[in-house]
């Protein structure tokens, strides 16, 4: 069966610090992979997806950015964090030409 | 850009109600739409999901309708339960090129009284 990790688990970091939040998926191979972000009380904005290794789509500029050194780990960073950054985030996968998504545990990160 | 919207955005019932869910999309030029359930602090559990083709789909007393001319679907829930509530979000994702996006709306929010 297929298994999703996402740490940390939770995060605070000052303003002006550096992320890294990772995403890995066990039990298949080639996933589409995906970040989604997460305000308080909102729904999910697609921030990033990765059709294969070193391939990024980009939804939304801002100073994040992705990565995918290997085919079932997605690397969330940033240089540096803004207050806005804060929220809670979403690692998915789905099977490629396949069309459900799974959902990873989240990372909640506070900026302060 | 597709943009998805849920009504109600929060929804209290009794127990044993039976209810709906409201999910609208601005173009109907989707591949395929997904009902999804989120608990608290929790990532999301997919729980249906309907093809363009499709125009509904079952699992236990979920039952998930999508009319694609009118931009609308639905999420019914028979004989609700108090372990029903949690936040519930649709996602689409579009024809074409794109289908490999998702976009999801704000959700809603269901409480179950006991």
């Known amino acids: 069966s297929q298994t999703i990790h996402q740490w940390p688990a939770t995060l605070v970091q000052p303003v002006g610090s550096p992320l890294s939040l990772e995403c890995t998926v066990e039990g298949t191979s080639n996933p589409n992979l995906y970040w989604y972000r997460q305000a308080a009380g909102r729904g999910l904005q697609l921030l990033f997806y990765s059709v294969g290794i070193g391939q990024i789509s980009s939804e939304v500029p801002q100073n994040l950015s992705a990565s995918r050194p290997q085919d079932r780990q997605f690397i969330l960073s940033s240089k540096k964090l803004l207050l806005s950054d804060s929220g809670f985030y979403l690692c998915?996968?789905?099977?490629?030409?396949?069309?459900?998504?799974?959902f990873g545990p989240g990372t909640r990160l506070t900026v302060t | 850009k597709q943009e998805v919207t849920q009504i109600p955005a929060a929804l209290s019932v009794p127990e044993g109600e039976n209810l709906v869910l409201n999910c609208s999309f601005t173009?109907?030029?989707?591949?395929?739409l997904q009902w999804f359930r989120q608990d608290p602090g929790k990532g999301l559990t997919s729980l249906l999901l309907?093809?363009?083709?499709?125009r509904e789909q079952t699992s236990g007393r979920l039952n998930a309708s999508l009319d694609k001319s009118s931009g609308r679907s639905t999420l019914y829930i028979a004989a609700s339960q108090p372990g029903d509530s949690a936040t519930y979000l649709c996602?689409?994702?579009?024809?074409?090129?794109?289908?490999?996006?998702?976009?999801f709306g704000s959700g809603t929010k269901l409480n179950v009284k006991p």
């Open positions: 173009d109907s030029a989707i591949y395929n």
């Open positions: 996602a689409v994702s579009p024809s074409g090129y794109n289908f490999n996006k998702f976009y």
């Open positions: 309907i093809q363009s083709s499709q």
């Open positions: 998915a996968w789905k099977r490629d030409r396949d069309h459900e998504q799974y």
